[in-house]
């Protein structure tokens, strides 16, 4: 069902949730199937899988949740969706700790803003760079950095990965 979800092929994933196939089974790279699907930004799977009864708010391994699979990338659309459906903005788990550090670090400034105002925590500290204004500062997107500090982020905050996001940004030459 994750392979199948991650192809985007809606076809083979609504085969086998009629064969029986357990949606919220957990393993593999992406997690499970939500997470697969939110991750290549497939909101028809997205949608079949949460009428199915996926829980929105399984952490998986690498990516975390579905919402911070969804927000690597500008896949607005489909992180409202999955708000809507009652993710958790603030659930914390894989690589990039929460969706807020890892729609900073993915660089969408539509997707931050989605987040902030879906009551994302703006000093949450976990995952990789520790928050999301040291993974933003790290990657360079400035507009995404100057919106956190607008939102109140400390930008003394210390983090796991680099000491503070001026050392973050300065590592890659920003």
């Not at 064969?19 to 939110?38: E, I, W």
């Not at 975390?64 to 809507?84: E, I, M, N």
């Not at 009551?119 to 919106?147: E, P, S």
């Not at 982020?153 to 973050?168: C, E, L, P, S, Y």
């Amino acid at each position: 069902l994750q392979a199948a979800s991650w192809s985007g092929n809606k076809d083979v994933v609504a085969l086998l949730l009629e064969k029986g196939a357990d949606v919220n089974s957990q393993g593999g790279y992406y997690g499970n199937a939500l997470q697969a699907a939110s991750w290549i930004g497939a909101s028809e799977i997205v949608g079949l899988l949460i009428s199915r009864g996926a829980d929105i708010n399984a952490i998986g391994r690498h990516h975390g949740t579905a919402l911070q699979a969804a927000c690597w990338d500008d896949r607005t659309q489909l992180v409202k969706l999955l708000l809507s459906c009652g993710a958790n903005v603030c659930l914390q788990g894989g690589l990039y700790g929460d969706a807020l550090q890892a729609a900073a670090w993915g660089g969408s400034p539509r997707v931050v803003d989605t987040l902030l105002a879906g009551g994302a925590n703006v000093d949450a500290q976990c995952g990789y760079f520790g928050n999301a204004l040291q993974a933003a500062a790290w990657r360079g997107h400035g507009q995404i950095v100057y919106t956190l500090a607008r939102n109140g982020a400390k930008v003394d905050a210390q983090g796991t990965h680099f000491r503070n996001a001026i050392d973050a940004a300065s590592s890659e030459g920003h």
